[in-house]
């Protein structure tokens, strides 16, 4: 089993920064790759970023530029620095990580207003 904790979010003006983390527990050996979700209300959940064990990373276009998702294998625990942030992004954010199981963070949310 993974255990998947999310931090960091909350309100910010357009245009601000937010760092969202995500601390990983259990069978982490497992684990790759490790992905930010983001569910905005009346709309599918959608992936943002994504990143494996190397440090190979993957973003939605609507991101590219502005978001950046990182690792510290040491401490479990991957990151999504998102800059320049629009009303758009105003979502739960969701921690995932894919192994011989999908596992999912509780969610966390994210508001940017304008």
């Known amino acids: 089993q993974v255990q998947l904790v999310e931090s960091g979010g909350g309100l910010v003006q357009t245009g601000g920064s937010l760092r969202l983390s995500c601390a990983a527990s259990g069978s982490i050996f497992s684990i790759n790759p490790m992905n930010w979700y983001r569910q905005a209300p009346g709309k599918q959940r959608e992936l943002v970023a994504a990143i494996n064990r190397d440090g190979s990373a993957n973003y939605a276009d609507s991101v590219k530029g502005r978001f950046t998702i990182s690792r510290d294998n040491a401490k479990n625990t991957v990151y999504l620095q998102m800059n320049s942030l629009k009303s758009e992004d105003t979502a739960v954010y969701y921690c995932?990580?894919?192994?011989?199981?999908?596992?999912w963070g509780q969610g966390i949310q994210v508001t940017v207003s304008s």
């Open positions: 995932n990580a894919e192994g011989p199981n999908i596992y």
